[in-house]
């Protein structure tokens, strides 16, 4: 995954709104795989092990 410092997001202002957007993914991501490990969701615990894989 790459990471992006926020002063590169000043740097590349016709890209920001694609960064904006993937960081809120990144987020809603990981928000989605607490939910499912909280409600036994098999999505979530695929989300789950992919980070634990990947990490």
């Known amino acids: 995954m790459v990471k992006i410092e926020s002063g590169e997001i000043e740097n590349f202002l016709g890209q920001k709104i694609i960064i904006v957007f993937s960081q809120a993914?990144?987020?809603?991501?990981?928000?989605?795989?607490?939910r499912g490990k909280q409600q036994?969701?098999?999505?979530?615990?695929?989300q789950g092990n992919w980070l634990t894989q990947n990490t």
Request: hydrophobic share 40%; no cysteine; aromatic share 12%.
């Open 25 to 34: 993914f990144l987020d809603w991501e990981a928000a989605t795989e607490e």
């Open 40 to 46: 036994g969701i098999s999505i979530g615990q695929q």
